[in-house]
């Protein structure tokens, strides 16, 4: 019997990888250290981005804040209803991720319109049953430009403008963002492309593993 | 022997290949127009339309109403140059959402494109050509 260093050590290696750690999704956006004081020592602990309180109306026009998304890992994006663009496409591929996680009480889709003119919440509705979507675990936003611009820009990081020379009068950019429970940015996927969003479902399976 | 096989075998292919790309004059610019037309479909309409067809729900409709674009062949050109403010009927179910207008694209840009839409997603209506886009153009309504 003879047997070679190297696979042996190679099949260590790989035994040891593969051991009960689970994968875990990185921590996106800014961070900073804060010292703490816990049982008379000080302790430097990570403080991360987080998502700030918000209040807008939802497709039924009733209230919808952060709390509601208390417990639940989300996604959001923004979009606007009379978008010839990127937005079709975004919604088809959301339309998936909804599909997969239909009636999962930990998860919620969040899309926030950027056309508070003319996406109304009754104008959302008529799009949200349009598309197929029913009950509360894809909720549209409405809100005024000054509240749902910096939290997309400052919170979750999505540039959007208005431009009158862009396609439907609007920029913005169609990443879709996984939020976790904790409220921090777990991830971000391009929602033009269906293979980023596959691995976003996966991501959001893997997230969701956390906290078993 | 085995090169005697050989040659007739290469003889055999190189026949059928010649024979398969001795296309007829009309099949030649048909399918000039349609992967033409596929180009711009992917730019101008799959965002939307999707590239299958599908549509989106009860936003969007589909493509894959043969009937529909049947009838309505002559309509075409017209919806894609000025697109859609009116609602439409389209596979049994009503559509009220607009349609953006397209008014850069050229006359032989929409001709590609209804080849394309009117030869793809279950349809086969043949070659739309430029001169059936000028005119089907002349007669829209605004």
Redesign the interface.
């Known amino acids: 019997m003879k047997f070679s260093l190297p696979l042996v050590v190679a099949s260590v290696l790989i035994a040891g990888c593969s051991s009960n750690e689970k994968k875990q999704l990185p921590i996106l956006g800014n961070r900073e250290p804060v010292e703490k004081t816990v049982d008379g020592k000080t302790v430097v602990d990570t403080v991360y981005q987080t998502i700030p309180e918000f209040q807008f109306l939802n497709q039924d026009s009733v209230s919808l804040t952060d709390k509601d998304f208390n417990g639940k890992i989300y996604v959001a994006d923004f979009f606007f209803t ?1 978008c ?3 937005c ?2 975004m ?2 591929n959301m ?1 998936k991720v909804f599909k997969e996680f239909k009636g999962n009480d930990e998860v919620k889709l969040l899309s926030h319109t950027i056309d508070s003119k003319y996406d109304t919440p009754s104008k959302l509705k008529a ?1 949200a ?4 979507v029913y009950g509360n675990q894809w909720q549209f936003a409405w809100g005024d430009r000054d509240k749902v611009y910096p939290l997309a820009e400052k919170n979750y990081l999505v540039a959007v403008n208005q431009d009158k020379n862009a ?2 009068g609007y920029i913005h950019q169609g990443w879709f963002i996984l939020v976790d429970k904790q409220k921090r940015l777990r991830g971000a996927y391009d929602g033009t492309k269906p293979d980023q969003v596959d691995q976003m479902i996966a991501d959001m399976h893997t997230l969701l593993d956390e906290y078993k | 022997m085995k090169t005697n096989v050989l040659i007739a075998l290469a003889l055999v292919f190189s026949t059928l290949f010649v024979l398969d790309s001795c296309q007829t004059k009309d099949e030649l610019n048909y399918a000039r127009y349609y992967t033409g037309g596929k180009v711009l479909y992917e730019q101008h309409c799959q ?2 339309h ?1 590239a299958n067809g599908e549509g ?5 409709p589909p493509l894959t109403d043969t009937v529909f674009l049947k009838n309505n062949r002559q309509l075409l050109a017209c919806i894609i140059k000025h697109g859609l403010k009116d609602s439409i009927r389209v596979n049994n179910a009503i559509y009220h ?2 349609m ?1 207008a397209n008014h850069q694209l050229a006359d032989m840009d929409i001709a590609q494109i209804i080849t394309y839409i009117t030869n793809s997603f279950g349809n086969k209506q043949g070659l739309y050509d430029v001169s059936l886009a000028g005119s089907d153009l002349k007669n829209c309504r605004d």
């Open positions: 009379s010839p663009s990127i079709p496409v919604h088809r339309l799009y049953q349009k598309l197929g396609p439907g | 965002n939307c999707n989106l729900g009860k936003l969007i959402e607009q953006p």
